[in-house]
């Protein structure tokens, strides 16, 4: 059954089996002491995902806390105000203060595990990722997102018994 009509919110509720194979977009880099770098993912998203997860991993040898900022654009961007530009990765996640791309700057080592299950839609672009490292210190940063493609076709099985009302 053809379901490319149906609402993000509608396909969501499908068993997660019907949304096909999931893989990782991810990107990695390294920021000196008072530097600010940025990357951009080797993978490009589909048009129309789901991020299932997003692991973010960090190393800093600073004395401060330091900034990472997510987005989704077609280019490495080159300034903070490009990255600015960029769409947000997912919609009202970090700190709205800094931009809505800013996630809270880190101290010390560790990972942050979300599982948003956010439908996104920003065209076959790439994840970028920005570093700015505190003073005194240098950092490693890794980003990981879980994604798949929507599902546009269900088995018509799985809705046979179902008011199509409902649906």
Not at 9 to 31: D, H, I, N, T
Not at 68 to 84: F, K, Q
Request: proline share 5%.
């Amino acid at each position: 059954m053809n379901i490319s009509n149906w609402s993000d919110q509608k396909k969501m509720r499908l068993p997660e089996w019907l949304f096909g194979s999931r893989y990782v977009v991810s990107c990695e880099l390294q920021a000196a002491s008072n530097t600010t770098e940025f990357t951009i993912s080797e993978l490009v998203f589909p048009e129309a995902f789901v991020i299932w997860e997003l692991s973010i991993f960090w190393s800093w040898a600073a004395l401060a806390a330091s900034l990472v900022r997510l987005g989704v654009s077609d280019h490495i961007p080159t300034t903070a105000a490009e990255m600015s530009l960029s769409e947000p990765l997912i919609q009202g996640f970090g700190t709205q203060d800094d931009g809505p791309n800013d996630l809270h700057s880190y101290l010390y080592t560790g990972q942050e595990v979300i599982h948003p299950k956010t439908v996104n839609r920003p065209g076959a672009r790439h994840m970028v990722v920005q570093c700015t490292a505190a003073q005194g210190g240098a950092e490693s940063v890794r980003v990981a997102a879980v994604v798949s493609g929507l599902p546009t076709e269900i088995p018509e099985w799985l809705i046979s018994g179902v008011d199509k009302s409902l649906l």
